[in-house]
């Protein structure tokens, strides 16, 4: 087991069930964080929210209670700002 890797700031967190009886795609249920424990083997999902990017892995999986890439990922504000466009004709 892996330990709650704790909330993501501005973003969701998905755990992946894979289900190969009702589709071979991976099925992503939302992550609930009173959850004390991850299995081996699966895998959480990272989303940030809207306005956000997201710095460092898109997913980790518990692999023999260590999470693998062990980064955590991190949501980063956009800043939205235009450059200036120059119009040359």
Known sequence: FCTNPGPLANGRIYVVLKDQR????????EFRSYIPNVGHSRT????CNSGYILHGPS?????????MPSERPRCIFENHIQPNIIFTG
């Open 44 to 47: 959480l999902e990272f989303e």
């Open 59 to 67: 997913g980790l999986t518990c692999n023999h209670g260590r999470w």
């Open 22 to 29: 009702v589709s071979s795609l991976p099925i992503r249920s």
